[in-house]
C-alpha cells in the first residue's frame, strides 16, 4: 500500500476555508484516497474518498491531481468542531487494510 | 444509532491478568478490524477478519488474539497485558464492496495497573 505524508499541523481561522495536503507519489492505479478524521478521545470518522475524479459531500472535498499523487481536502467554511487530526489513507480496493499516517492537527481559530 | 459498538468504553486490568475487549456491529459487514492507537500516535492496524477469514498484520504480537464468533460480533483478547498495551482500541467495520468506507466504534480505552 502506499505511503502518505502529511503536515503534522495547521491552523485555520474560522470561517475560512480549510485546505489538508496529502501526498502519496507512490499510488497505484487501484489505490483510493480516503480522509478520515479523528476529535480527541473519539473513534474516528469518515470523511470522503476518491479514486480519480473530484469529490464533493455535506462534509468536505477532494481535490485529486491528474497524476493522483496527491490530494487536497477542502473544509469550505471550518467551525471549531472541525479542530481535529485529519488523516489520509490510500487502501487498494479489495484489500481491506485502512493504515494510518501521521495525520494532520488542524487547529481551527475564532 | 450507534452502529459499531465497544464495551466498555473504559477498562482496567492488572498487569498480567488476561482481558477481553467487545466489538458488535449493527451493519452485517463482513470485515471487521481491530487497532491499536497509544496516545498521540495515530491508528495502528492489529488484525481483521474477512467473515470468518483471519488476517493478522506482521507486527501484531502474538499477545493480541481474536475471536469472532458470528457476524455481529468481534473480541480483542490480550493474554498478558503488559504496561505497554496501555492504549484506545478501536474496532471498524466495512462491507465487502473494495470501494467502501470502514466505520469505527468510540473506543475502549484500556488502562493496565
Known amino acids: 500500500d502506499a505511503k502518505t505524508t502529511q503536515p503534522p499541523s495547521m491552523d485555520c481561522a474560522e470561517g475560512r476555508a480549510a485546505n489538508l495536503p496529502c501526498n502519496h507519489s507512490?499510488?497505484?492505479?487501484?489505490?483510493?484516497v480516503y480522509w478520515y478524521r479523528q476529535i480527541h478521545s473519539q473513534g474516528p470518522q469518515y470523511i470522503i474518498h476518491?479514486?480519480?475524479n473530484n469529490e464533493t459531500n455535506e462534509m468536505a472535498s477532494l481535490i485529486i491531481t491528474e497524476d493522483r499523487k496527491s490530494s487536497t481536502l477542502i473544509l469550505p467554511h471550518a467551525t471549531l468542531r472541525d479542530t481535529a487530526v485529519y488523516y489520509c489513507i490510500v487502501s487498494r480496493s479489495g484489500t481491506y487494510k485502512y493504515i494510518f499516517g501521521t495525520g494532520t492537527r488542524l487547529k481551527v481559530l475564532a | 444509532d450507534a452502529m459499531v459498538i465497544q464495551n466498555p468504553r473504559y477498562q482496567v486490568t492488572q498487569f498480567g491478568k488476561p482481558v477481553t475487549l467487545s466489538c458488535s456491529q449493527t451493519?452485517?459487514?463482513?470485515?471487521m478490524y481491530w487497532y491499536q492507537q497509544k496516545s498521540s500516535q495515530a491508528p495502528k492496524l492489529l488484525f481483521h477478519?474477512?467473515?470468518?477469514?483471519?488476517?493478522n498484520e506482521a507486527d501484531t504480537p502474538d499477545n493480541f488474539q481474536s475471536r469472532r464468533p458470528n457476524t455481529s460480533f468481534c473480541f480483542l483478547d490480550i493474554r498478558s497485558p503488559g504496561l505497554g498495551d496501555a492504549a484506545m482500541y478501536l474496532c471498524a467495520t466495512s462491507s465487502q464492496d473494495g470501494n467502501t468506507e470502514a466505520f469505527f466504534g468510540q473506543g475502549t480505552r484500556l488502562t493496565v495497573v
Open positions: 507512490t499510488i497505484s492505479g487501484n489505490e483510493y
Open positions: 451493519l452485517n459487514h463482513n470485515v
Open positions: 477478519y474477512y467473515d470468518k477469514d483471519f488476517n
Open positions: 476518491g479514486l480519480k
